[in-house]
T-cell receptor, first 110, second 113 residues
Framework: SQQGEEDPQALSIQEGENATMNCSYK?????LQWYRQNSGRGLVHLIL?????REKHSGRLRVTLDTSKKSSSLLITASRAADTASYFC??????????FGTGTLLAVQP | EAQVTQNPRYLITVTGKKLTVTCSQN?????MSWYRQDPGLGLRQIYY???????DKGDVPEGYKVSRKEKRNFPLILESPSPNQTSLYFC????????????FGNGTRLTVT
């Protein structure tokens, strides 16, 4: 059962530009997490935002959460070629189960 | 180094030949889980385990078995693989604290012919 839906499905930008990915979900959550996946490899945890938080930063990453709209966004500033990867949001609700979206494929052109 | 180790990395087999994919973590995590990843479908949970001897079905458990006899190991067993189980499989673990992130293995790419 898919909870998070990422938008866009694919995004291509130039190095140095900012990349914004969005995630919408359907039911109430305890937290929302973002993961990165390099081609064919395991997912790597990037950042977690709790349901009572609105914004969180980690290095070049900025995550926002709007629980009234059931949506989150991940902003990567000053993107680099090494940021090329798929990005997934995952939500954890009352059941404590982590449910992943289908991901956004980001390509950063050098 | 804290990690989740899956083996093998690649596996090609034939329909009906039993196989096991191993998963081991060295972080003393209580929670472990198996996912499969297919194009356009994202990650779907197969089975998970909250602790030793405690396992439960995920969203797509049909055709799979798991066991959790030790805290560090969580093997995935395909008793009679079929071509629709061709996929990329990931093992993951975490502590059971509500805000704990998942740690993933590097994946096993399985092809069933």
């Amino acid at each position: 059962s898919q909870q998070g839906e990422e938008d866009p499905q694919a995004l291509s930008i130039q190095e140095g530009e900012n990349a914004t990915m969005n995630c919408s979900y359907k039911t109430s959550i305890n937290n929302l997490q973002w993961y990165r996946q390099n081609s064919g490899r395991g997912l790597v945890h990037l950042i977690l935002i709790r349901s009572n938080e609105r914004e969180k930063h980690s290095g070049r990453l900025r995550v926002t959460l709007d629980t009234s709209k059931k949506s989150s966004s991940l902003l990567i500033t000053a993107s680099r070629a090494a940021d090329t990867a798929s990005y997934f949001c995952a939500t954890r609700g009352a059941t404590n189960k982590l449910i992943f979206g289908t991901g956004t494929l980001l390509a950063v052109q050098p | 180094e804290a990690q989740v180790t899956q083996n093998p990395r690649y596996l090609i087999t034939v329909t009906g030949k039993k196989l096991t994919v191993t998963c081991s973590q060295n972080m003393n995590h209580e929670y472990m889980s198996w996912y499969r990843q297919d194009p356009g479908l994202g990650l779907r949970q197969i089975y998970y385990s909250m602790n030793v001897e405690v396992t439960d079905k995920g969203d797509v458990p049909e055709g799979y078995k798991v066991s959790r006899k030790e805290k560090r190991n969580f093997p995935l067993i395909l008793e009679s693989p079929s071509p629709n189980q061709t996929s990329l499989y990931f093992c993951a673990s975490s502590s059971t604290a509500a805000n704990s992130p998942l740690h993933f293995g590097n994946g096993t790419r399985l092809t069933v012919t």
